[in-house]
Nanobody, 119 residues
């Protein structure tokens, strides 16, 4: 099994910053892509940013230029630095890992971390 544990969420004022972390643990796996998604109340889950094993990144338009996704391969950890947050960023943020384990592709999700941006 693989576990994803997120941290770093919280309450922040509009214009503020937060850094989310997601650590993957378990046995015998190779991560291809890790990403951050978010789900606001009454809305569908949407992608925020993804990063490949090679370091390529992609961002959703609403966070482009204000967020940076990065990773530490040695720690199997992905980070999301979010700057200049606005109330539209209020959501539960989920970490996702697309990985290969036991010769099969598997997708794992974290439990989510709440981000609340006050106006």
């Amino acid at each position: 099994q693989v576990q994803l544990v997120e941290s770093g969420g919280g309450l922040v004022q509009s214009g503020g910053s937060l850094r989310l972390s997601c650590a993957a643990s378990g046995t015998i796996f190779t991560i291809d892509v890790m990403g951050w998604y978010r789900q606001a109340p009454g809305k569908q889950r949407e992608v925020v940013a993804v990063i490949t094993s090679g370091g390529s990144t992609n961002y959703a338009d609403p966070v482009q230029g204000r967020s940076t996704i990065s990773k530490d391969n040695a720690k199997n950890t992905v980070y999301l630095q979010m700057n200049n947050l606005n109330p539209e960023g209020t959501a539960v943020y989920y970490c996702c890992a697309d990985l290969v384990r036991l010769n099969t592709r598997q997708i794992y999700w974290g439990q989510g971390t709440q981000v609340t941006v006050s106006s």
